[in-house]
């Protein structure tokens, strides 16, 4: 079963915004997990990944300080707060609950449509 992504919108630059992602199956707490992004005419990029535990996570240079990826594997959920957001920042964001995390390096299946969710749309204006 697919994640589902909830929390974007619009947001004025500078603003914050906090996703969260409802994750299905039995693996989620044992499992890293990432959020991702998608500029239209792009390719999804990699945000931030966390371990399954929690206690490690990993971040996209450019959003390193300003972003948090966190979890609660007793509610299957799994969430972004995202602060000082710039109009760079507007994309479809999504979440994957199959992915490979460690020594700072991820990895993921870009063709695995059950991994990802319909995405949630921030948009940042200026």
């Known amino acids: 079963v697919q994640p589902v992504e909830s929390g974007g919108g619009l947001v004025q630059a500078g603003g914050s915004l906090r996703l969260s992602c409802a994750a299905s199956?039995?693996?989620?707490?044992?499992?890293?997990a990432g959020w991702f992004r998608r500029v239209p005419g792009k390719e999804r990029e990699f945000v931030a990944a966390?371990?399954?535990?929690?206690?490690?996570?990993y971040y996209w240079e450019s959003v390193k300080g300003r972003f948090t990826i966190s979890r609660d594997n007793a509610k299957n959920m799994l969430y972004l707060q995202m602060d000082k957001l710039s109009p760079g920042g507007t994309a479809v964001y999504y979440c994957?609950?199959?992915?490979?995390?460690?020594?700072?390096?991820?990895?993921?299946?870009?063709?695995?449509?059950?991994?990802w969710g319909q995405g949630t749309q921030v948009t940042v204006s200026a």
């Open positions: 199956g039995r693996t989620f707490s044992t499992s890293a």
């Open positions: 966390i371990s399954w535990d929690g206690v490690s996570t």
């Open positions: 994957n609950t199959e992915i490979t995390y460690s020594d700072q390096s991820v990895r993921w299946d870009e063709d695995d449509n059950d991994a």
